[in-house]
C-alpha cells in the first residue's frame, strides 16, 4: 500500500481526493497539509467530515514529505505548485498536480497566468495527464499535470475528432457550462447564492486561461497551430460541466459513423462512455462519477456537428483524473477507487 | 380602454399575460377563456391568483368574443390558433398569437410542426411581431404572430449584425440555454424536479422548430437562404433564456465597434439594452422584465464574435412582447404596462 | 408627489424599494445614499439597473436631505438608522427604518443586537410598522420602526389568534424557513452557492435577534410576558420565508373555525390573505408581491393548532411593507405601487 | 457472497439500491424485476447507467426466486410487498421491504394507507428495521420492514430521548423538510420543477401515513400511546430530509448534557453522529452517505428542546438503512458497502 499527501487541504479538489481516496485500495492518504490551517481538524472547516477525518492538519515540511510519502498529490492554488515540485524531481515522489502550473510552456503561463513559470527542466518532464488519451505518456512520468476541468471535458470529445480528421480544425466553437464549485470555494459575488441561483453568467469570454490548454492539445493530434472560440457559462447547480463543441464536418458523415467511430476510438477506456444517437449527455448522468459521457449529432442541414460532453468538474475534471493518473503510473487497474455509479437522481 | 379576452387560459403564457395586464392603464381583461377548465376559477389551479381573478373561465363562443372583444391573445398550444383566427379577420378585433401557427410558411409548418397550416389568406396577413425590428409593420397588423422565446433572443442579436453586414451569414452556431418554465406546464420526465435540478440537458439538437423561424426571418435581412446550426439546453431554473451566438466576422473590427453599431441600431428602442464592453447579460438580469440585453465580444485570435442575448422567456419571449405588440398597433407607449424593473436578487 | 431618499443604496432592502418606488404615482424617488459607492452608478453594482436608474448615489449631508426630502427610506444595518433619525425628529421628513435599531426597548436592543440603543426619546416616538395590525398608529407616526422579516410573519398569524383567545400562550413554537437572500448581500460561507445549495441549514437556533421583537409585540396582545421558541432554517432558494408556527388551542375548534375567524379579523386589509381549508401557503404563491397569506390546521389528534405564513421577505419583510406604511402615514390607499401580482411561476 | 434481487426495479428506492450494492463485498445483485417493463434495459430508463447495468429487467417468477436469490429487496409502491413476501414465510429467503406495507398494525394500515393490510402471522413476523435502535432484533429477523424516510430521522432523535425520560411526551412537534425525491418518480405538479423550484410547499399536514409510524415506535420506549403533530414541507433540492423536533423538557437540563447523553447512547454505533454543541446538522452534510447526524439545543428561556436530524432519504432513509439491515442480518460489519463519505459539495 502506498502512502499519500495531499496539500492544498481544504479547497474543494482536496476534499474531493479525501472522498474518492477513502475506498482506494492500494492508497492510504497519510498526510493533509494545508499551509493556512496547519494544527486544525479537517472537519472544523468541513464538518461533514467529524469522525472521519480525525487526524489535524500539518504544514509543509519537504523533507518529512520526501521520507514518508510515495504520492504527493498537490490541490493547491496557481503558482504554488510549481514551487514544491523542483524538490521532489530526484526523489521517488511521484507528484500529480491539480493546478495550472505544468499545462502550458512557460511562454504561455506568463501570457495567460501573469505569473513565473516552473523551471523549464522540470516544466519539461511533466506529463499531461488526460488520462483516456495520453495513457502511454503517463505510465512512466513522475511528474503529472492534471488537465483543466474545461479541458478534460472538450479535449476528449476533440481529440479524436480531429486524429480521425473528421471535423476542419478552423472555426471550432466550444461553448461550456460549468456549475457553480467550478469557480473554487473563494467568496465572491459569482459564488454568492443570491446572484447565481436562477441565473446564466457568461464569464472571461475569450479570456478564460484553459483556452491555451485546450489549443496546446488538440494542436498535437493536428498538426499545426489550432484556436479555438471558447466561451464559459456559470451555471446554477453546484456539480457539473457541460461543452457544447460546434465544427465543420470535413466530409460528408452520418451521425451513426460518427458514433461509431468515437466508439471505437474509446474502446478500451473505462470512464469514457459514447451515447447512441438520439441520446445526450447530461451532467447529472455523471454527477459523482469518473465517467466522461459523449454524444454526437451531425447536422445535414449545415453539414456541421455538434459534439457535447459532460463531466462532474471535481471527479473527472479534477480529483477523480488525479486518482485515475496514479493507478496508471503504478500499474494498478485505472478503475481501482473509481468505481462509482452516478448518483441519481 | 379596450376590452381583451384571453384563450388558453391555464398555461404559463396566459398566466403571465394576466400578471402583466393586471396593471395596463389601456387594456381591460374581461375574459379568461379555457375550454378543459370552463366554470372553474382560475385560483383553483393557482392558488396565487386567490382573491385577484375573481372572474370564472369560460368557454369559446366566437360571436360573442367578436361583440364584447377588442383585443385577442391566443395562448394555446401549436394548432389551436389557425383554427380560431380565421373567424376574426374580416372583423376589428386584434388578434395576437403567442403560438407558433403563424411563424411559418405553410409548407414549413407542415414539415416542423407536422401538422395542416393556417389557410393561405389568413397566414399572409400575418405580421411577425418582432416588436424592436419589424415595428413599422406592426403599426398596421391586425393578425400578430408573436415570435418564439428562443427566437426572440436570437434574432435580436443576428438580425442587425446580418442587417449591417458585420458577419458571415454561413457557420451561424447558436447556443440556447432555457429555464424550465419554457418546456410549459405540462408532466414530462423533463420537466420533473428531480430529473433537471443540478443536471443541464441537450435537447432536440438540430430539430427545434424554433430553427425554421429563426431561419426565415434571419434570411430577410442577408437576403437569401441562411442556415443556423442551433442547440438548446435545458437549465436548471424556471426563467430565462440565453442564446450564445458565434459567427465570423465579416471584416476586422472591434469589440467597441461592434458594441457601437449596436447601441445605434436600438437607439430608439425601448427594451432592448446593449451592455457596454466587458459586461456580459445574464438571465436574472432581465428577469421579470420585458428586457432584452445584448453584450459582444470580438475575439481577435479567431476573427469571431460571440454575442450574448438574454430575454425572460415568459416576458420577452411571450406575453411581454405580445402586449408591446399590442401597445404598437394601437399607437400607444409601447412601454404601457410593461415598466417593469428587472426583480433582483 | 413626495420627495423620497433612501440611505443604504447597495443592499438588497435599497434594490427592492428602488424597484418597488418605480411605480408609485405619489412618491418620486430623487435620492439613492450610500456613504461607501457616493459618487458612482449603482448600474456599476447592478447592472440590471442600466438604462433605468441613471442619477449618481450620493453621500449623506442631513441638512440638505432635511430640505429636500418628505420621506426617508434608511435601509442600512443596524447601528446606523439611530444615528441618523434623530436629527429629523423635529422637522416634517417622515422616517422608516427598514433595520432592526427601533424595534425593541433600549435594554432589550442592548441585550440582542449587542450596540448603544437610540435615545430614549426618539424610540418612544418609533411606531411598529406592522401593516396590518399596527394601522391606527401608524397613521400619525413620523417615525416608523418596520418590522423584521420573520416578525412580520411570525406575528401576523399569532396575534389574531392570541387577540381571540385562541391559543395557549405558552409553548408556542415557531419553524421558520427563509431564502438565502434574506441574509443579505454579504459574502460568507452561509451565501456560497456550492455551500447553500442543495442544503437546509439551521442556524443561529434559539439566538436570533427577531425572537424579542416577535416576543414584544406578541405580548401586548397576550397582555402578559410570552416566550417563544424560535428556529430558522435557511433553504436553498433567493427569496421567500415561511414560518410554520404551533401552538395548543385554547378550546376545541375545527379547522373551518379558525379559518373563520381569521378571515373576519382581516377582511378589511389588502396584504392578508387566508386560504381556504385544505390549501397551505406557499413562498411562491406570494414571490414578488406584498401578500402575507395564512392557512391553518387543527390537528385534532394532538388538540393543537399549525399554522403557517409565507412571505417575500424581501417585499412585505421589508420594502413592500416600508411603503405600505408610507401609503398609510400619508393617507394613501395602502396599496398604491404594490398591486402586484405574485410572479408565477 | 449472497445473491440478492431487487422487485420494484424502476423507481428510485430501486436505483439507488442498485448505486450503493456495486461495492458491496458479501452481497453479488442478480436480478431486477419491474413488472412494468420487464425484457428492457434499465439505461433505456435511465442513461446513467449505461454500460454498468447490461442485464435486462425481468419478470416476477416467485419459485425462481426462491431457488436462486438469498436476499430480497422489495422497492415497490405501497400495497404490493404484502401479497409477495408471504410466499417467502417458509424459505430462506430474507426479505427487506423498503415499502410501508409491514411498518404499522394491520388495522393502523387499514386506516392510514387505505387497503387490506398483510396477514396477521406475516405482519407479526416483521421487524421494524430503524437499523440503529433495533439492532438485537433485526440480527435474528427474517422479515425487515424497512422504516419509512421521515420517521427514520424523527425516530433516531426521538427515542434516546424518551427513552432516558429527557422530554415530555404530550407536545411533541416535529417539522419536516425533504427534497423533493422524496416524492418519488412519478409525474405530478408537486414535482413539476417550475412549481417547486424557489418555493416551500407545505403538504399532507396532520394526515401524513408517516405518523402512525413515528407514534408506533415512539409509544414502545415512552410506554404509552404518544401522540405527535407532524408537518411535512417540500424544499426545492433532490436529495435529503431534515427533522427539527419540539418537546417540552422534563428537568431542567444544559445543551452539553443533553449532547453527552445522545452521545452516549450512540457511542457504539456507526452511522449516528451526535454534533458537538453550536454545530447543527445540514442536509448536505450527510449527502450521498447513510449517516444520520443529530444537534440538540436547550432553549433555557422556554425550558424546551430542539432537536434536529439530517439525513439522506434515498440512502439512510431507503436504500442504504436496507442494507445495513442486511449487513446486521447477516453478520457482517454494519458499515459494509456503506462507507461512503458526505458528497460535499
Keep these: 500500500m502506498k502512502k499519500a499527501a495531499i496539500i492544498g487541504g481544504t479547497g474543494y479538489g482536496a476534499i474531493e481526493l479525501i472522498r474518492l481516496l477513502q475506498s482506494h485500495k492500494e492508497i492510504q492518504l497519510t498526510k493533509i497539509i494545508s499551509q493556512s490551517q496547519a494544527g486544525e481538524h479537517l472537519s472544523s472547516t468541513y464538518p461533514h467530515l ?22 504527493l498529490f498537490l490541490a493547491t492554488p496557481a503558482g504554488v505548485a510549481k514551487n514544491i515540485i523542483p524538490s521532489f524531481q530526484d526523489t521517488s515522489v511521484q507528484c500529480i498536480d491539480l493546478s495550472g502550473d505544468f499545462r502550458l510552456t512557460g511562454e504561455e503561463y506568463s501570457e495567460w497566468y501573469g505569473k ?62 460549468t456549475g457553480i464549485s467550478g469557480a473554487g470555494k473563494g467568496l465572491s459575488e459569482k459564488t454568492h447564492f443570491s446572484t447565481t441561483n436562477e441565473n446564466v453568467i457568461p464569464y472571461k469570454i475569450g479570456q478564460h486561461q484553459h483556452i491555451p490548454e485546450i489549443e496546446r492539445y488538440a494542436s498535437k493530434f493536428a498538426k499545426k497551430d489550432l484556436k479555438v472560440s471558447f466561451t464559459t457559462h456559470l451555471i446554477p447547480m453546484t456539480r457539473g460541466l457541460m461543452c457544447t463543441i460546434y465544427a465543420d464536418m470535413k466530409n460528408q458523415e452520418t451521425t451513426a459513423s460518427i458514433l461509431n467511430y468515437l466508439q471505437e476510438f474509446y474502446q478500451a477506456k473505462s470512464f469514457v462512455r459514447i451515447l447512441r444517437e438520439g ?5 447529472k448522468g455523471v454527477s459523482g462519477s469518473n465517467f466522461c459521457d459523449i454524444g454526437a449529432y451531425v447536422d445535414e442541414r449545415t453539414n456541421s456537428l455538434v459534439v457535447v460532453s459532460a463531466i462532474d468538474n471535481l471527479v473527472k475534471g479534477a480529483a477523480g483524473q488525479a486518482i485515475q493518473n496514479a493507478n496508471i503510473m503504478n500499474g494498478w487497474d485505472e478503475t481501482m477507487g473509481l468505481e462509482f455509479i452516478p448518483v441519481f437522481p
Design 116 to 177: 513565473e513559470p516552473a523551471p523549464a527542466d522540470v516544466l519539461e518532464k511533466a506529463v499531461f495527464g488526460l488520462s483516456d488519451i495520453f495513457t502511454e505518456d503517463i505510465k512512466t512520468a513522475s511528474i503529472i499535470s492534471n488537465p483543466g476541468c474545461f479541458p478534460t471535458a472538450a479535449l476528449s470529445a476533440l481529440i479524436p475528432l480531429i486524429d480521425g480528421n473528421k471535423i476542419l480544425t478552423e472555426g471550432i466553437r466550444i461553448d461550456a457550462k
Design 50 to 71: 467529524s469522525g472521519i477525518i480525525t487526524k489535524k492538519m500539518e504544514s509543509l515540511d519537504l523533507e518529512e514529505l520526501e521520507k514518508e510519502i510515495d504520492i
Design 279 to 283: 441520446i445526450f449527455p447530461t451532467t
